[in-house]
């Protein structure tokens, strides 16, 4: 089946889970090559840079695509991006009410913690976006984007603390998008609409990959026994790992999750023993 005639099919099936999806919008935003084409679609005044993708704090994701010595601290981002001119947060909305205006402030904040080490100057801060794309209009003034920066409303006085946090709306007229907008925003509200660009084919091409029956399977498997050891380690009463059945169960989960085909990185993380004692698993 060719790139420009593929089966429509999947989109109508009612397991399809499209790109607004938290799931799979954190695991196709693995994809550097996508994050930099959406950077540069959003920012497109803004230079890049060299970019790498910031480890995920969601257990399973797709680490191919992931830089083993990246490393993220304190707060879970969607899609947390490090370039060599800035710092961008990309969050996926679907639904209003979840005080996008405080969390914007913790982002920000936790960005600046994760990136500026302990007695670094502090004109090391890089210019810091949290990117919001909602499948609704937050401020319901019909606007494709909605930019915001620190300001003295009084005197119109900018403060060049460089943070900024950018909301956009999918559900805007579409006589207001702008062109270079126009096919991103078609395809979140249409993802049959999938050719729409280069950037929506690369996306849907990583939407259809997680919604295989394969990466699925592996997913529900990853899920169910994560559940199970954290419903038998309530019965039980005990913290993990402070005791040898503690322990015993840890090593158990992680040779199910290893059979299951889940990398040993993630098995690692979620059960507390190390890569060594799970490869002799």
């Not at 005639?5 to 938290?22: G, V």
């Not at 304190?74 to 961008?88: C, I, P, Q, T, Y």
């Not at 015993?248 to 992680?254: F, V």
Request: aromatic share 10%.
């Amino acid at each position: 089946m060719t790139e420009n005639n593929k089966d429509n099919s999947i989109y109508d099936s009612p397991d399809f889970r499209p790109f607004t999806n938290d799931k799979i919008f954190m695991n196709v935003m693995r994809s550097p090559k996508i994050c930099r084409a959406l950077l540069e679609l959003i920012l497109p005044n803004e230079e890049i840079g060299a970019i790498r993708i910031k480890k995920s704090d969601n257990p399973f994701v797709d680490n191919s695509a992931i830089d083993e010595e990246a490393d993220a601290h304190g707060v879970r981002f969607d899609a947390f991006v490090e370039s060599s001119k800035l710092w961008a947060d990309i969050e996926m909305q679907t639904s209003d009410g979840l005080e996008l205006d405080i969390r914007a402030r913790y982002y920000h904040a936790n960005m600046d913690l994760d990136f500026l080490e302990q007695g670094r100057p502090y004109d090391d801060l890089k210019p810091s976006y949290v990117i919001f794309i909602c499948i609704f209009d937050r401020f319901k003034r019909d606007e494709p984007v909605y930019f915001f920066r620190s300001w003295d409303v009084e005197k119109g006085l900018p403060l060049d603390d460089l943070s900024y946090t950018i909301v956009l709306n999918t559900k805007c007229s579409s006589e207001k998008v702008p062109e270079a907008l126009k096919p991103f925003y078609e395809y979140l509200n249409d993802p049959k609409k999938n050719q729409a660009s280069e950037l929506t084919r690369m996306i849907d091409e990583r939407v259809r990959k997680f919604n295989s029956s394969e990466w699925r399977q592996k997913y529900m498997t990853f899920e169910y026994i994560l559940n199970e050891q954290k419903r038998e380690s309530e019965a039980i009463g005990f913290e993990k790992g402070r005791s040898e059945g503690a322990a015993q169960k840890q090593r158990e989960i992680a040779k199910n999750l290893k059979q299951a085909g889940i990398p040993i990185e993630v098995i690692a993380e979620n059960t507390g023993l190390s890569c060594e004692e799970i490869e002799k698993l």
